[in-house]
């Protein structure tokens, strides 16, 4: 940083001796602008550790260096945002203090746009708050980048979920439920609970919700929400088109899943998309193509509607897929809305969330478990074993627990119930 001050100071210099042949207003100028630079500077090194997500280890605070330096394009785009996302006093980061004995950790990816991480995470969280009053509701976000955006674009702090997580342990919880608002059992939910077993013997219990769509019955209760949201646009002449995110792990496969059985039940003209695995966009149009179509109607199938869904969806860009099917010859309509808003899906997160709060009677009531798991000198390595493993199977996330648990006993050897779900 100090190389990087004297840097700056010798361009000033510089510029100020070349400015020197014009008028007395261009030199003024140009040594205020150098001025400004040079404290600004100062106050990015004041201040850098303000931009970490959490105040947690050395290894952590480095990690959110590497992240900083890693984004460097991205905080220079920042510069030029040039749209509002809505006011950022307006959600409830829920990191507060004084918690209680039990907490229920809603974990999501997160979004730096303000109205819809207050209308969608913020939504899901109010939800999940007033169907378990005994719980104190608190949040994590697992992308540091949305974190530091929103800090240093709104000096709002996100806690992520290691800081979440050390949250509850210095409140002494002692009951800790964790809800992720993911959509699937892909990657990110098994470091996810990777992560959480780190934390694990600092509670006596620990329980996991799963994603939103898990099992059959989730997929029925989605496809019903999306269409029942969509169904005013539904006249027989537009194709109603869902982009997602998309991954290269097998859990992409929930998209096509949702396809077929829309197609299966008669939803002819509705199509499922996404942006970064298949069915690709081209996919998508081709399918609407074959249709006798005249308008397009176009929403995300992401929990929030963020960057993707503003800028890959409804963008102006040239291959955003409003621009695609407008120069297909389509009347297109972008609905920026995420699946947070919609009432039948937050209620899809509360079973979730208590299914793994019964699961926890259900441990209880079989202590000699815990007791025959606690006399096995090699329980913390079976542990992480089982939490860490990559399924190499073909098996349905059909097939998964209703959740996992992790508790503790007396002696603080951590307890672990229950495989991680498996990918599709």
């Not at 209308?119 to 109010?126: N, P, S, Y």
């Not at 309509?333 to 208590?354: F, K, M, S």
Request: hydrophobic residues 35%; proline residues 2%; charged residues 30%.
């Amino acid at each position: 940083m100090k190389k990087l001050i004297i840097s700056l100071m010798t361009v000033s210099i510089l510029v100020l001796t070349l400015t020197g042949c014009g008028n007395k207003t261009a030199s003024s100028d140009a040594e205020n602008t150098s001025s400004q630079n040079i404290t600004d500077v100062s106050e990015e090194e004041v201040n850098i550790d303000e931009i970490a997500p959490a105040d947690n280890s050395v290894e952590d605070l480095d990690a959110v260096s590497d992240d900083a330096s890693d984004t460097d394009t991205d905080d220079a785009d920042d510069d030029d945002e040039n749209y509002d996302t809505g006011d950022a006093s307006l959600d409830n980061v829920r990191n507060q203090d004084e918690i209680g004995d039990q907490e229920l950790l809603v974990v999501s990816f997160g979004t730096s746009f303000n109205d819809s991480r207050r209308l969608t995470i913020g939504a899901i969280e109010d939800t999940l708050e007033k169907s378990f009053s005994d719980y104190s509701v608190r949040r994590g976000f697992t992308a540091d980048i949305v974190i530091n955006h929103v800090q240093k674009r709104d000096g709002i702090l996100i806690d992520n979920v290691d800081a979440a997580l050390q949250r509850a342990i210095d409140n002494n919880v002692k009951t800790l439920v964790v809800q992720p608002t993911h959509l699937m059992n892909g990657l990110e939910y098994n470091d996810i609970v990777d992560q959480v077993a780190q934390y694990a013997d600092g509670f006596e219990h620990v329980v996991f919700g799963e994603p939103l769509l898990t099992s059959d019955e989730d997929f029925k209760k989605v496809e019903q929400a999306i269409v029942d949201w969509t169904a005013e646009y539904d006249d027989g002449e537009t194709a109603i088109c869902f982009m997602g995110h998309g991954t290269e792990a097998d859990s992409n496969g929930v998209y096509q899943k949702m396809q077929d059985l829309l197609t299966a039940d008669g939803y002819k003209n509705y199509f499922i998309g996404t942006v970064e695995a298949t069915p690709s966009l081209d996919d998508v149009l081709k399918a609407v193509q074959a249709g006798e179509y005249k308008r397009v109607i176009l929403e995300p199938l992401m929990v929030v509607a963020g960057d993707h869904a503003n800028n890959d969806m409804a963008g102006d860009e040239e291959d955003s897929w409003k621009s695609v099917f407008e120069n297909a010859g389509y009347e297109v309509t972008c609905l920026l809305r995420g699946l947070g808003e919609n009432e039948a899906i937050r209620q899809i997160y509360v079973e979730h969330a208590q299914a793994a709060i019964d699961s926890i009677g259900t441990e209880a009531e079989n202590p000699s478990k815990s007791e025959e798991n606690s006399d096995s000198s090699s329980e913390e390595d079976s542990i992480d074993e089982t939490i860490s493993q990559d399924s190499d199977t073909e098996d349905s996330e059909l097939d998964s627990p209703a959740s996992e648990v992790i508790a503790t006993d007396a002696s603080g050897v951590a307890d672990f119930d229950g495989e991680p779900d498996e990918e599709l």
